[in-house]
Structures are given as structure tokens and as C-alpha cells.
């Protein structure tokens, strides 16, 4: 099956990356808004321009868009699903229905596939919410992120005067997760279950009480929480956090019984040396998928809740049974 | 909907009570192979003589059965299925393939819609197998099993001269675990990843060093295992032992990158106070989607790897899509 990126950013290079480990899989190329030749690629795939992108329509069997969500995906995602099956990984969370009904409509009136919201969270984490619901109707759920960068809080702090560069953890409580993995049931508050490490590059002639003032007090961002900030050298930011690692942990405690007497602790967690890497990952196994379902017949935008997990293995249904089941 | 339950044993009694926690569903009632009249019910819900089911054709839209998988279900599962839907927790994971196929063959014959192996491991430990290989290829997989009751080594130490009574608790080895959390990908024997821990009550006449040399050297069960052999009064075993808790841990590590730099650990673990009540409530999830794959006329056998998770709920689409995603 051929694949191609639409977008070449952190998200892009992860699918190129990713589509090299699956052998039922070539990689057709990447779609760029970018001049295409001054692109260049990290494995030497071709690059083409995103306006040429139709002429390509027979070429392609699924199109992965690796747009941002707040402008690119809301509008490229409906476009694209009119010539391609496609999939992204918008994640906007209370934008998603809306989303879903735009992919949805065009996909059925052009007999196209598509799957929206696919990654971690949203993605496999919400997989699991849905399947420990299920099992489980009388419990509670608890989302804990971290140890990772975010990098919307990162922006956040750079955008402070006097601050020349920046790197935010988001860090779960470890006793929170310990309450709950205990079946205590905590309430917990948004500061008793992350914290916010932040670690800042500043000019030489800031105030580093004011700067570290206005990100802790910053509405949203870190009011809430209860934040530690490391004033460092950007030879050491470089040296020590350019990675971009994330995880986190989906858990949901509930109760059975005659007298709701028995505990039961569901609990998934990654821990990911590179989020997007890791996100590019799910993508392509994704778009498996959704390659099947259009040779079925099975058109229209789909979420990880509406496909078969068989449909993202490459293995055939004996093999999964003998090997996995 | 409405459910029966077939064999009424503790996963029979697990499944009497999970439907309860499920406002969608109703208990018709269980069948059994004893006497009928002699049988009290946890709830009160009526008995019924298994050979008189067939009269119950149009009462039932899911039969969950609930018998070993060792002479049982073998047998009753294909025969079942030529009336009703079915479901079962067939484990011996070895012969799948073939009570898949005669299960299949049947259902499909009359169609009806039938799940097999369905519970945590056959079950949700397949799934999350399945997930995590098909979103990192390049990767390694591990089980561990417990801290949880076995039944079938408990059941061996009991067949032990001079053993009154025993219960056997599977337990992973903590270190192992730790290395495989850390991208380590040891290669671990069957002694490097689980200890065997035994309680024993023994006659008072009893040769103790004997018993605890025959268990510690029985092939297949205890031989290959760092066994602990632990002798208490009968008292201190019904005291102390008589729950009957599982769990455990399916892990998969990983590797991306363009050097494969990058290392991924996606793990999924149960901590279970009750072994038949969860698996239970996994099955009684996956009857919500046989009836549901049944409604749309998607007959024949299903295992977990074909079930899309949105069947598993009870929301609307737009509920999950909105509250889960």
C-alpha cells in the first residue's frame, strides 16, 4: 500500500521514519506548502508541493496529514478527504465532533475513508478509557501526563520578555497515581495531580524574580499548578532537553461483587522517548486500517472506537490468533 | 437485552452479578446441569435444566457460557451456537485455531453471532498484544502473570499425599519487571520471570520435607520455578487465602528513529481482587457487541482482535466521541 505526508514537520518526519518499518508499506512522498526542492528529506523521499497534490490521486492509497489542529487540520482534513483517504491526528478535544461531521459527510458523498483523532491522547488512550468503561460501568477514570514536554507551555514561557528559550515537563504526582492505583478513589484537584517543570534561558540583563513571577502566576498555563522554575545556559538546555519524550497513564479503578466488595485496577501506560515519533507510529498503523476499509467498502470518518484492532495488523487473522490471542 | 447464563460456577455467579451493574441488559436466567430446584441463585434469579434450552430459543439474545475450557466448552460451545448467539471464555490458548473454526462454521450455518476467548488473557491481554506490536514493529513482548491465585497449581499440590488443603499464588518477579520497563529487552527464563509461592495444610501425620520436595520438583508446574512452600492451618488458610485475586502485565518495547534511537515501553496491567468477577465483566461487555454485531447481520465467530471497541459500549457514538475521545 502506498502512503504519502502531507506536512513536513516533527509529525511528518516520525510517519517517513515509521512507514520504513512496515513491510507492506512504501512511502510515495511528502506534500509540503514549502518550496518542494528546497526540501530535504531525512531518507531522501521526494518531496513534492501540496498545490500539485490532485494529480497524484491514483498514485496514493492513504494520505497521512501531519497539520496542526487549531488551523491547519479543521480545514485541510475535509479538503483531502474529498480525492484521498486520509487520517490525521487532530486533537483539540472539545472541537472533535464538529471535526468528525465535516471528514464524515465529505468522505461518504466521495466514497473515501478517513480516520480523525488518531495518536496517544487522543488515540490509544482514549481506546482505553472506552474498553475499561466497558469492563467496568460502576469505577472511576484518572488521565495522568507526563514525565514530557509540552510544547504549548513551552511557547508560553518564551513568549515572556527577557526570555530567550525554554523547555516545560508537565510531571504526574507519583502519590496521586499511588491513591489510585490503590483504589482510594481520590478527588483530586489539577494541582494534586501535575506539576510544571520549567526550565529557561534568559538574556543576561533580565529579572529572573520577575520572569519566574510571571510564570507562575501565567492564568491556564501554570496558576493552577504548583511550578518549579530552573534558570539554565542554553548550552544546557541543548545539551540536556532537546528531546521530546512524553507518557502518561489511563486509569480507571471499579468495583463488582455482591456488595461492590471486590477492587479492580485497569491500567495502560507508554512512556515514549519521542512523542511525535510515537504518534507517527499509531498514524501509519492506522492507515493500514483504513486501506482495508475502503477496499471493503467501508467509507466515511472513522475514530480508534469504530475500527476492529485486526484491521491494524499486518498479520493474517490465523497468524493473530495463533501468535497473539 | 437479555442474557443467560449457561454452567454456574464462580465465572457463572461473576457474570449474575455484572449484568446487574448494565441498565441495557436483564438476566433471564441460569442453566444448569444440576437439579434445577436444587440450585440457590446469588440474586434469585430463576433456574433452568440445560436440557430443556432449546424451548428458550426466543427468550435470549446472548448466551454466555460459562463452563472449563478443558472437556466443556469445546463440546458446548459449537452446539450452543447453532440457536443461539453465544460467547465464551475458551483459554486452552494452544487450541483456538480449531474451536474457532468449528464455532465459526456453525454460527455462520445458522446465523448466529458467537465470541470466543474472551476475558483478560485470552481477552484484553490479546488486545493490548495486538495494539502495541501492530504500532511498533521493531519491539519485543512480555507477559507477566499475578501477584494472583492459580488454580490448576493449587489444585496439583492438592493431589499431594498428605495435603489437606492448598492455594498457589503465581508471582512476577519484580526485577525482571523493572529491567523490561526500562528498554532493557533481557531475555528472561521461566525461573528469571516468575516465582511460585504455595500454601499448604497438611494431615498431622504428614513427612513436611517429603510434600515440600515433591512440590518443588513436579515437572511442568514447579520444577522450572523458584518455589516457596509455606505450611499454615487449615484456620489460617481460610482466613488469609480465600480470595481470589489475578492480574498482571503485558508490555511491549520498542524502538524509532532513524537509527532506532528512540525506545517506546506501552504497557497495559491489571491488579484484579476477583479473577472470575472481572473476567465476567469482560464478557459481558463483549455479549453488548455480539448482540449488537448480530443486529446488523455480521454472523460467524468473532475473537476480540475483530470487534471494533465502540461495540463494547452502551454510549451513543456521540456520547464517546465526546465524553472518551
Known amino acids: 500500500m502506498k502512503i504519502a505526508i502531507y506536512g513536513y514537520g516533527n509529525l511528518g518526519k516520525g510517519v517517513e521514519l515509521a512507514v520504513r518499518q512496515n513491510d507492506d508499506m512504501e512511502l510515495f512522498g511528502v506534500f509540503t506548502r514549502r518550496n518542494p526542492e528546497s526540501l530535504k528529506t531525512l531518507t531522501g523521499i521526494p518531496a513534492y508541493s501540496s498545490s500539485d497534490i490532485e494529480k497524484y490521486k491514483n498514485d496514493i492509497d492513504v494520505l497521512i496529514i501531519c497539520g496542526g489542529s487549531a488551523t491547519d487540520l479543521p480545514e485541510m482534513t475535509p479538503a483531502l478527504a474529498k480525492h484521498f483517504n486520509v487520517i490525521d491526528s487532530f486533537d483539540t478535544h472539545a472541537d472533535i465532533p464538529v471535526h468528525f461531521a465535516k471528514v464524515d459527510k465529505v468522505a461518504k458523498e466521495n466514497g473515501t475513508t478517513a480516520a480523525i483523532s488518531v495518536g496517544w491522547d487522543p488515540g490509544m488512550f482514549s481506546l482505553n ?18 514525565k514530557g514536554v509540552s510544547q504549548g507551555h513551552s511557547d508560553a514561557i518564551r513568549r515572556i520578555e527577557g526570555v530567550l528559550d525554554a523547555r516545560q515537563y508537565t510531571c504526574p504526582v507519583e502519590e496521586a497515581m499511588e ?5 482510594e478513589n481520590p478527588e483530586l484537584t489539577t494541582r494534586e495531580k ?27 498555563y501554570f496558576a493552577d499548578y504548583d511550578t518549579t522554575v530552573n534558570f539554565i545556559s ?5 545539551r540536556d532537553h532537546k528531546g521530546i519524550p512524553h507518557g502518561g497513564s489511563v486509569i480507571r479503578t471499579g468495583k463488582t461483587g455482591l456488595n461492590g466488595e471486590n477492587n479492580h485496577v ?25 486501506y482495508k ?30 501468535h497473539l490471542l
Request: glycine letters at 4%.
Open 234 to 238: 542554553q548550552e544546557e538546555l541543548d
Open 293 to 322: 476499509l475502503n477496499k471493503k467498502g467501508d467509507t466515511g470518518c472513522k475514530t480508534v472506537f469504530d475500527i476492529a484492532p485486526a484491521d491494524l495488523s499486518p498479520m493474517s487473522h490465523e497468524e493473530m490468533i495463533s
Open 179 to 183: 491513591k489510585v492505583r490503590k483504589g
Open 129 to 146: 478509557r472506552l474498553y475499561a468503561n466497558s469492563i467496568l460501568p460502576d469505577g472511576k477514570d484518572y488521565t495522568f501526563w507526563g
Open 194 to 220: 501535575h506539576t510544571r517543570l520549567c526550565y529557561v534561558v534568559a538574556s543576561d540583563d533580565a529579572d529572573l524574580a520577575r520572569i519566574e513571577n510571571e510564570i507562575k502566576t501565567m492564568p491556564k
Open 266 to 290: 485497569i491500567e495502560y501506560s507508554l512512556k515514549l522517548d519521542s512523542n511525535p515519533e510515537f504518534t507517527a507510529s499509531v498514524l501509519v498503523a492506522y492507515a493500514r486500517a483504513v
